[in-house]
T-cell receptor, first 114, second 110 residues
Framework: KAGVTQTPRYLIKTRGQQVTLSCSPISGHRSVSWYQQTPGQGLQFLFEYFSETQRNKGNFPGRFSGRQFSNSRSEMNVSTLELGDSALYLC?????????????FGQGTRLTVV | QQQVKQSPQSLIVQKGGISIINCAYENTAFDYFPWYQQFPGKGPALLIA?????SEKKEGRFTISFNKSAKQFSLHIMDSQPGDSATYFC?????????FGKGTRLHILP
């Protein structure tokens, strides 16, 4: 059974640009959550999608957005990049149709903003 | 009310020793407490989890101790090995919400 796949693994972008990250969940998983991981702040929740609908949202500015497709694949977009957006972006998938079940994380996308 | 406080931030333990990481939560509604282990270049992976109806759960060398009245839980790694060197995250969850601690970087000296 394939795990959670995130692409690309590494990205370097310039301030002001936008970026799109992709996450393919484990087959059968309908919930995809996105996290930002930085050394100082740990894992910060961005948002969760379930069956193409955003179900939860963290405290991030509107520059951070996402969507989920009918096949459960999800994309995250960050517009007008800032230096502080440099981080490891992780997505996690789970069955999670009600309550918390085990979440499986991808290896992440390392975004560097210069 | 939504915070999970994790300590220490970093920990160095001799091979064969016991590693102890502590977490405290505020929201008594949390009902699922997982621990995740993350190696460099990898995403976090579920290590062990506990629900508040038990005070302890053991899986191999890893044990979670849970104190409901104090709203604290901890991870104990017995006979710590260099391969245990990683970042550990505790978390607390209720329904579809999960809050992570800030992580503990554990280094086991050979």
């Amino acid at each position: 059974k394939a795990g959670v796949t995130q692409t690309p693994r590494y990205l370097i972008k310039t301030r002001g640009q936008q970026v799109t990250l992709s996450c393919s969940p484990i087959s059968g998983h309908r919930s995809v959550s996105w996290y930002q991981q930085t050394p100082g702040q740990g894992l910060q929740f961005l948002f969760e999608y379930f069956s193409e609908t955003q179900r939860n949202k963290g405290n991030f500015p509107g520059r951070f957005s996402g969507r989920q497709f009918s096949n459960s694949r999800s994309e995250m977009n960050v517009s007008t990049l800032e230096l502080g957006d440099s981080a490891l972006y992780l997505c996690a998938s789970s069955l999670r149709d009600s309550g918390w079940t085990e979440a499986f994380f991808g290896q992440g996308t390392r975004l560097t903003v210069v | 009310q939504q915070q999970v406080k994790q300590s220490p931030q970093s920990l160095i333990v001799q091979k064969g020793g016991i590693s102890i990481i502590n977490c405290a939560y505020e929201n008594t509604a949390f009902d699922y407490f997982p621990w995740y282990q993350q190696f460099p270049g990898k995403g976090p992976a579920l290590l062990i989890a506990i629900r508040p109806d038990v005070s302890e759960k053991k899986e191999g060398r890893f044990t979670i101790s849970f104190n409901k009245s104090a709203k604290q839980f901890s991870l104990h790694i017995m006979d710590s090995q260099p391969g245990d060197s990683a970042t550990y995250f505790c978390a607390a969850s209720k329904g579809d919400k999960i809050i992570f601690g800030k992580g503990t970087r554990l280094h086991i000296l050979p």
